[in-house]
C-alpha cells in the first residue's frame, strides 16, 4: 500500500476522533472570505476553544461514513470548512455571529449530540445561552432569593424589636 494511502488512513481516522469527541460539529462553506476576515474567524474560533480546520470533502465523507453517519454526504460539496466544538453551542454562535458580520459564508449541516442539523437548527442553537451564563443567571435567582428572605427576616426583627 501507498504511503499517500497511509496518510490519508490515518487523516480519516483523527477526522474520526474529532467527531465522536466533539459534541458539535458544524460544516461551513467559507467561500468569499478574505484572507483578513479568515484569520479573525479561526482567531474567535480559537479564543472559543474550537477547532477549525479546512478538510478535504471525501476524508470528511468517508470519516463520517465509517461512524455510519450518512446525512451529510449531500452537503460535502465545494469548499468546507469544519468547527469542532467541545460544547453545542459556541462555534455555532461563531459561525452565526460570522455569516451576519461577513455575509459570505454559508452553514452546509452541523452533527449536534449525535443528531443531523441543518442551517434552521443551527441558528436556533446559537440564541440558547452557554452554560456558563445559564450558571450566572441560576445563581443570581438564588441570590435575589437568599437576599429577599434575609430583608423579610431583618424586617421582621426591627419590627419585634421595636414592639
Not at 458539535?24 to 468569499?32: E, K, R
Amino acid at each position: 500500500m501507498s504511503a499517500n494511502v497511509e496518510a490519508k488512513k490515518q487523516v480519516v481516522e483523527e477526522i474520526k476522533s474529532k467527531i465522536t469527541a466533539a459534541k458539535s460539529v458544524v460544516l461551513i462553506n467559507y467561500s468569499g472570505l478574505t484572507v483578513a476576515e479568515d484569520t479573525e474567524f479561526r482567531t474567535a474560533f480559537r479564543k472559543a476553544g474550537v477547532e477549525y480546520r479546512v478538510l478535504k470533502n471525501t476524508l470528511v465523507r468517508k470519516a463520517f461514513d465509517e461512524l455510519g453517519i450518512n446525512s451529510f454526504d449531500d452537503h460535502l460539496n465545494g469548499p468546507t470548512a469544519v468547527a469542532f466544538g467541545s460544547d453545542e453551542t459556541s462555534s455555532s454562535k461563531i459561525v452565526v455571529e460570522g455569516i451576519k458580520k461577513y455575509n459570505k459564508m454559508e452553514i452546509k449541516g452541523a452533527y449536534v449530540e449525535g443528531a443531523y442539523m441543518d442551517e434552521k437548527g443551527i441558528n436556533a442553537l446559537a440564541t440558547i445561552p452557554s452554560k456558563e451564563e445559564l450558571y450566572a443567571k441560576c445563581a443570581g435567582a438564588l441570590q435575589s432569593i437568599i437576599a429577599g428572605l434575609a430583608v423579610s427576616l431583618k424586617a421582621v426583627a426591627d419590627k419585634l424589636e421595636n414592639a
